[in-house]
């Protein structure tokens, strides 16, 4: 995923132009793009207007208007509500915005969210970072901060944006069971410093108390662990289908093959009845709490 300076270009005469680079990896997110800069070009040539001058009146630089028509540049909701308002479209420019919205986050978290969404059931090992369906803004932000190759702001904004969305999980009618292991280590690490390390701890306690979701610690201390083999992750969907991967297995592409799901089951399961009990862990994020 590409991204370019910090998010925002300074057109001709216009304002900042905030908006999302187009991955050139994402064939289908790219033809969304394109289909709708197609869309605001048309709109925008019948009402008889240039490009710079487009951008004038919604306050974007003449650039910016180029970009997002030819499918460079993927718009903001604000460019479409002012576009359409502009043009006279009369709705039909601003309620792209369903299209664009998923396809300004990377491929890959649009295709992990697509199957969160038809899960019924989660389980999930994390050795190295806290899972990401449990972390809060803060820690995502300073995680990503420390990746080498540097993010983009643009490119920071697009994966906490992604990231967020996928917590919608939490709130689906009916409520999935999800069931997450963590490692002691990634309790402890003051990723992004001791303020956003308490406001972590706290959502995990927030979280856990939920009555559909289960969070078990794996002690440091322990000597044998079944899980040294890597993350290991399973989704489950209502015709009894699932999908799962782990580091330590199958190269670490995704399975769903019922033999191969079978191994990362019995792995996972042994796991948490290794690990603290949910109860016993929630004691523990406590103590951890105020000793921060």
């Known amino acids: 995923m590409t991204g370019v300076g910090g998010g925002t270009e300074q057109g001709d005469g216009g304002a900042d132009e905030p908006g999302w680079e187009v991955d050139p990896d ?6 969304v793009v394109a289909a709708v800069g197609r869309q605001i070009k048309a709109w925008r040539e019948a009402a008889g207007l240039r490009a710079g001058e487009l951008g004038a009146a919604i306050g974007y630089g003449e650039d910016l208007v180029y970009k997002v028509e030819g499918g460079r540049r993927i718009p903001r909701p604000e460019f479409l509500d002012r576009a359409d308002e502009v043009v006279g479209a009369g709705g039909k420019l601003a309620a792209m915005k369903r299209d664009v919205a998923e396809v300004r986050y990377p491929k890959k978290v649009r295709d992990l969210a697509k199957l969160e969404a038809r899960a019924v059931q989660v389980e999930a090992y994390h050795h190295h970072n806290i899972n990401g369906l449990l972390q809060t803004e803060d820690h995502m932000r300073a995680l990503f901060a420390s990746w080498l190759p540097a993010y983009t702001l643009d490119e920071m904004e697009r994966v906490v944006a992604a990231r967020m969305a996928r917590r919608s ?18 309790l402890r690490r003051p990723v992004g410093g001791a303020a ?97």
């Not at 994402?26 to 033809?31: F, I, L, V």
């Open 196 to 292: 956003a390390r308490r406001g972590q701890l706290e959502r995990l306690l927030e979280v856990g108390r939920l009555h559909n979701v289960s969070i078990q610690v794996m002690p440091t201390h322990y000597e044998e662990h079944p899980g040294t083999g890597g993350l290991i992750e399973v989704l489950k969907f209502p015709d009894g289908s699932a999908v799962g991967r782990s580091e330590g297995a199958f190269s670490g592409r995704p399975v769903s093959d019922p033999k191969q799901l079978r191994i990362l089951e019995l792995r996972y399961g042994m796991i948490r009845a290794q690990a603290l009990s949910p109860r016993e862990s929630l004691a523990f994020i406590e103590q951890l709490l105020g000793e921060s």
């Open 169 to 186: 999980i939490f709130d689906r009618d009916p409520l999935p069971s999800l069931s997450f292991v963590q490692e002691e280590v990634t």
């Open 26 to 31: 994402d064939e289908s997110g790219a033809a």
